[in-house]
């Protein structure tokens, strides 16, 4: 990567983190809500554990993978909403003023979305192992799941800069908020999949790429080095990666249409 | 070499789908140092004229250079050598003026032992040192609209883009901003297109002036010989009661031509009247008023003599009528 380049990332990089840290209202939630739902979740679902064929005994360590996808969730809108609204006021305009190139608009905002996953997911895993979880796969296991935790956030900052560049408006963004939670919820999130019993619900979640993304990380978590599990999780967070960013791009150009 | 710094039009079309034509086939010569005016109410093209002079909207047809390069086909070039401060001050709410500057010195590819002394002389030049590290969304309207300039002139532009700079902004905000684009001009013969809906502001600060309606420029000159075209002063009455109204038209009626003012009732001078010679007759028909004033032609005259109606007018016929675009 050039000089010029380099610098025009990391200028957009540093303003996408420094609007993040400045509006705690958006900063916070994305670390708050997914642990408060964990912590409700792992002591209204415990009993899931009595299961037969349940792969742990402890709730919370099963459930902790969630809130690295749910956080990821948090963040897309996040950095959706706030490059909708940089079209809406005028501010990419000036940004397209400028020689920045279109890759370095993008990279720059997604390598801030990408601190940030880094910085969520370090929490969850400190609260993971302040609340007993013993990570499975050990320290290793845990510097693959940070490494991790920037692919969903590549993958996912890509899809809502996407549709932040081609719905241009950051009311649409928030609105896609619960459609995008739907994918989460007929996920394997609070079940495994050969548990679920309702073969419809069975179905949907082995269809939906999420529930490899949880699985993926769960598995650093409880089972250890699970070669299925962590290519599965990697391979889809890269499909995701690249269809998003392709997108993104595409959107990118249309949007910047300068002469 | 030295830079040309200047913007040449030539029937420059802009069409929106299923829309009029925003912009319809205007000619512009705006020679450097030189600051235009682009006069005209909301909705006149203005702000597409500039979207397309600055390379951030393709024109339908025609052409443009700008610094000497063709706005069509050579638009990193065009970019490289215009500043714009485009309408609404697009500025990042959770920023610090000190960040924005520093975003725009990177962005624009200031060397690095620049970057600082440039973001303090700019600040130092806006007026804007001690509020540098202020959040923006605690910036007043005028302090936005400095911020603005300050960043369109980071990599130092010959020429410049001031879309309605001082929209809703106060009287001495205003004149501060006139000051520096003014300073720009004379001082580093900067070549500055200036939008705006405010005759003060063309008539104060422009050398030229391009007045657009519906797309069209329907006159173009120096503020001073724009206004001796229209050449004869014309009277204002504000009647005392209502009633008074049609007589005192038909009494101004033989002094001159009526005028669409919607505030009072006024008549262009005809060559040989004057403004004794109508308090006379006012005196003879026992005509009382609450006020007479005689005025010099303004460029809203000029505007009223070209379009048929007062900017004024024109601006609310734009709000009240739907949008199309």
């Given amino acids: ?259 | 070499m030295a830079r040309d710094n200047s913007i040449v039009v030539e029937k420059l079309v802009r069409e929106f789908r299923k829309g009029p034509r925003a912009v319809d086939g205007i000619d512009l010569h705006v020679a450097p140092g030189e600051i235009y005016g682009f006069l005209g109410p909301n909705g006149a093209g203005k702000s597409t004229t500039v979207l397309m002079l600055t390379t951030l909207l393709p024109a339908t047809t025609g052409s443009a250079r700008v610094g000497g390069y063709d706005i069509r086909t050579e638009g990193p070039k065009v970019r490289s050598v215009i500043g714009a401060a485009l309408q609404e001050a697009a500025l990042d709410p959770l920023l610090t003026g000190r960040d924005h500057l520093k975003l725009q010195t990177m962005l624009q590819a200031v060397p690095k032992a620049e970057r600082k002394p440039r973001q303090n002389e700019l600040l130092d030049r806006v007026g804007l040192t001690e509020a540098a590290d202020r959040k923006v969304r605690g910036y007043s309207g005028g302090m936005k609209r400095r911020l603005d300039l300050a960043l369109a002139l980071v990599h130092r532009p010959s020429i410049l883009f001031l879309d309605e700079p001082t929209t809703g902004l106060d009287p001495q905000s205003r004149t501060a901003l006139w000051e520096e684009v003014a300073r720009l001009a004379r001082e580093d013969n900067v070549t500055v297109f200036l939008t705006t809906q405010y005759l003060e502001e063309a008539d104060v600060l422009a050398d030229r002036v391009g007045i657009i309606d519906n797309g069209r420029i329907v006159a173009e000159g120096t503020p001073a010989a724009l206004k001796a075209e229209i050449g004869r002063p014309s009277i204002h009455v504000t009647p005392v009661r209502d009633d008074d109204r049609s007589v005192i038209t038909e009494l101004l009626g033989r002094f001159g031509e009526p005028l669409g003012s919607e505030r009072d009732l006024a008549v262009r001078l005809r060559e040989g009247s004057g403004l004794v010679d109508v308090i006379r007759a006012m005196d003879a028909d026992g005509v009382v008023v609450d006020d007479i004033e005689l005025r010099a032609p303004t460029l809203d005259d000029v505007f009223l003599a070209k379009t048929g109606r007062t900017l004024e007018g024109a601006a609310a016929e734009k709000t009240v009528a739907p949008s199309v675009r």
Avoid: H
């Fill in chain 1, 1 to 259: 990567m050039s000089s010029p380049l380099l610098t025009q990332v990391g200028a957009l990089a540093q303003r996408s983190v420094v609007r993040t840290a400045r509006q705690p209202a958006s900063a916070i939630p994305p670390l708050v809500f997914p642990v408060l739902l964990l912590l409700v979740n792992s002591g209204g679902l415990k009993a899931s554990t009595l299961l037969p064929g349940f792969p742990t005994d402890s709730f919370l360590a099963f459930a902790l993978a969630v809130p690295f996808i749910q956080g990821a969730l948090f963040s897309m809108v996040n950095a959706g909403t706030d490059l909708a609204r940089d079209i809406q006021t005028g501010f990419f305009s000036r940004l397209s003023l400028t020689p920045v190139r279109g890759s370095a608009l993008l990279a720059g905002q997604i390598t801030g979305i990408v601190v940030l996953g880094i910085v969520q997911a370090v929490f969850y895993i400190s609260v993971g192992l302040v609340l007993g979880v013993r990570f499975a796969a050990g320290p290793a296991g845990i510097a693959l799941l940070l490494v991790y935790a920037a692919l969903v956030a590549i993958a996912f900052g890509g899809l809502g800069s996407f549709l932040a560049l081609r719905l241009g408006s950051s009311e649409s963004i928030q609105g896609l908020f619960p459609a995008l939670f739907v994918f989460l919820f007929i996920s394997s999130m609070n079940t495994p999949r050969d548990l679920i019993a309702v073969s419809w619900f069975r179905f949907l979640a082995t269809i939906n790429p999420v529930s490899y993304l949880i699985e993926c990380v769960r598995s650093l978590i409880i089972t250890g080095w699970d070669t299925r599990a962590l290519v599965l999780g990697f391979g889809f967070a890269t499909l995701i990666a690249i269809a998003s960013l392709g997108a993104a791009s595409w959107a990118l150009g249309r949007r910047m249409e300068r002469t």
